[in-house]
């Protein structure tokens, strides 16, 4: 818990020092790379604008909705939270390399109401730092991320990182709307 704790108060400029060791992804005030445009569950290409809400888009990386039960039960937490993130001015989506059809069977499942990214060849993982280093190629979690959600701003400036040191662990829904709620804080 203190990990992203510490990294969300390091993301307000509210505690100072060196970042953690487990401090992984697109560095606090930086700029997202590229998303690219990945399809989401419908098959649709998404890029980061058409998920950003009128502050901007709480993206959340995931190891997979198909196999991932701590995945999965985060993203129906999540789900019952969209409400209070978009009342707060963000969006929610969620990156993995889970295929459009894997992503589309979980959605309907569980009645999810926000984008989930499908990547695949782990592209974007990768390009965002999130690679999860301890499965080698031919394991079924070759090329997850290691679970991360960004609060990243309109103009793609990652303003808050929420995480834990193990992929049994998340943060849940109501520390993101506590975020969202201190990052508007520090705008004034």
């Known amino acids: ?105 979980f959605t309907a499942r569980r009645g999810l109401v926000y984008p989930l990214l499908s990547d695949p060849k782990s592209e974007i993982i990768d390009r965002y730092g999130l690679r999860d280093p301890q499965y080698a190629q031919g394991s079924k979690a070759f090329g997850v991320p290691r679970p991360i959600i960004l609060v990243v701003d309109r103009d793609g400036t990652v303003k808050a990182k929420l995480f834990e040191g193990s992929y049994r662990k998340r943060p849940p829904a109501g520390l993101v709307i506590e975020t969202l709620d201190k990052v508007a804080a520090t705008r004034g």
């Open 1 to 105: 818990m203190l990990k992203f704790v510490v990294a969300a108060l390091l993301a307000l400029g509210l505690a100072s020092g060196a970042h953690a060791a487990e401090d992984f992804g697109p560095a606090l005030g930086a700029k997202l790379p590229d998303l690219g445009t990945p399809l989401d569950q419908k098959g649709t290409p998404r890029a980061l604008s058409s998920l950003m809400g009128e502050k901007g888009v709480v993206l959340f990386f995931y190891r997979s909705a198909a196999w991932c039960p701590y995945c999965q039960t985060q993203m129906i937490d999540l789900n019952a939270a969209t409400g209070e993130i978009e009342k707060r001015g963000y969006r929610l989506a969620g990156v993995s390399y889970d295929a459009p059809d894997v992503l589309a069977a």
